[in-house]
C-alpha cells in the first residue's frame, strides 16, 4: 500500500479539500510544449513584412503548393531556402531549381511572399522568372490589415 | 486560496504550492493556441500568370481590361497614386464603383493587372484588393511593362484628389 493512503487512514477526521491537480499540470504542459513546437514550424518561407490589405481571401494550404519569398534586401527564398542573394544578380540557381520543380510537378501553385517595402518593379521582375519556369497560377500573399 | 497540503497545525509543508503556475502554464497554452490559428490562416491574391507570348503584345481589344497602377505611388503616398483603367484615369474615390460598373454581369472575365516599377509594392496590392473586392475573380498580372501612349501623365490634367 503506498505510504499516501496510510496517513490518510491513521487520521480520520482530517479531510483533503484540495483536488489532485498533478496529472493536469502534466497534460498542461505536454499541450504546452506540442503547441510551441508547431508553431515556429507553420511559418513557411523567409521572415517578411507582408503588405497589409483590407479584405484578402483565403488561400487554403496545400501539399502542393510552392513559396517564393522575396525579402527587403532582395533575396529570394524557395521555401526557407535562399537560392538567390539579389534578384538582379546571379539568379542562375533560382531558375535551375524552379525549372526543375517544375519539370518534376507541373501546375503547380507558385505563392508568391514579397516584402511591403519592395518596389513592384521588383515583384513584377520575380514573376517574370516564375512565369518563365513554367508556372501559371500564383497567389501573392498578403496579411489582414487589423486597422479597420 | 492558498493549498494547505499536510500543513497541520504548524507543520512542515511539504507540497510546493503550484497553483500559480498552473495559472502561467494555462495562460501560455491558450496564447499559444490562439496564435496558431491566426498563423494557419493565410492570405491573398489567386492570380494568373498569362503565358509570355500574349503579354509581349497585349490586346488592345474594347473587351480587355487592363488596370495600371502609375507612380507616383511610393510607401505611404496611397493617395497620390494614379490609376488607369485601360486609358481612362480614373479618381481613387470612384475606383470601386467603376470597377463594380465594369464586373457587372460578367464576373468571369479576366481582368488585367499591371504597375509602374517605382510603385510601391504594399499600394499596389491595396488596389489589387479594391479589383478583388469589386468583384473580379480572375485576375491576370501582367508581367512585361506595357506602355499605353494615350494615357501618358504629361497631357492629361491631374485628376488626383
Redo the contacts between chains.
Keep these: 500500500m503506498p505510504s499516501v493512503f496510510k496517513r490518510w487512514q491513521s487520521e480520520p477526521p ?1 479531510v ?1 479539500s ?1 483536488p489532485n ?2 496529472p ?2 502534466d497534460v ?2 505536454v ?2 510544449i506540442i ?2 513546437v ?2 515556429p514550424m ?2 513557411v518561407g523567409a521572415a517578411v513584412q507582408l ?11 496545400e501539399e502542393k503548393q510552392l513559396t517564393v519569398s522575396l525579402r527587403h534586401d532582395l533575396s529570394v527564398y524557395i521555401g526557407d531556402t535562399r537560392y538567390a542573394t539579389n534578384l538582379y544578380g546571379d539568379m542562375s540557381k533560382f531558375e535551375a531549381k524552379m525549372k526543375e520543380l517544375n519539370a518534376r510537378n507541373p501546375g503547380r ?1 507558385v ?1 508568391i511572399k ?11 521582375n520575380l ?2 522568372y ?3 519556369s513554367g ?10 490589415s487589423r486597422r479597420s | 486560496m492558498g ?3 499536510g500543513g ?1 497545525r504548524g507543520g512542515p509543508m511539504s507540497d510546493p504550492n ?2 500559480p ?2 495559472d502561467i ?2 495562460v ?2 491558450i496564447i ?2 490562439i ?2 490559428t491566426v ?14 507570348a500574349q503579354t509581349q503584345t497585349p490586346p488592345p481589344a474594347s473587351e480587355q481590361i487592363v488596370i495600371r ?1 502609375m507612380a507616383p505611388c511610393g ?1 505611404g503616398q496611397f493617395a497620390s497614386c494614379r490609376v488607369f483603367i485601360n486609358r481612362e484615369e480614373v479618381p481613387m474615390g470612384q475606383l470601386l464603383a467603376r470597377i463594380q460598373q465594369i464586373m457587372q454581369g460578367r464576373s468571369t472575365q479576366m481582368i488585367f493587372f ?13 488596389i ?2 479594391v479589383i ?2 469589386g468583384g473580379a475573380r480572375n485576375i491576370g ?1 501582367l ?3 506595357i506602355s499605353i501612349t494615350a494615357s501618358e501623365p504629361t497631357g492629361s490634367p491631374a485628376t488626383v484628389q
Design positions: 482530517e483533503t484540495d491537480v498533478i493536469l499540470i498542461t504542459l499541450l504546452l503547441f510551441m508547431i508553431t507553420l511559418q503588405p497589409m490589405t483590407n479584405n484578402p481571401e483565403e488561400i487554403k494550404r501553385q505563392l514579397a516584402d511591403r517595402r519592395v518596389k513592384y518593379g521588383d515583384v513584377r514573376m517574370k516564375v512565369q518563365a508556372f501559371a497560377n500564383v497567389g501573392l500573399i498578403v496579411d489582414k | 493549498i494547505q497540503v497541520r503550484v497553483i503556475f498552473i502554464c494555462l501560455l497554452l499559444f493556441m496564435v496558431v498563423l494557419i490562416a493565410q492570405m491573398g491574391y489567386l492570380s494568373k500568370l498569362p503565358p509570355r497602377v510607401p499591371t504597375a509602374d516599377d517605382d510603385v510601391n509594392y504594399e499600394n499596389a496590392m491595396r489589387l484588393d478583388r473586392q498580372i508581367t512585361e511593362p
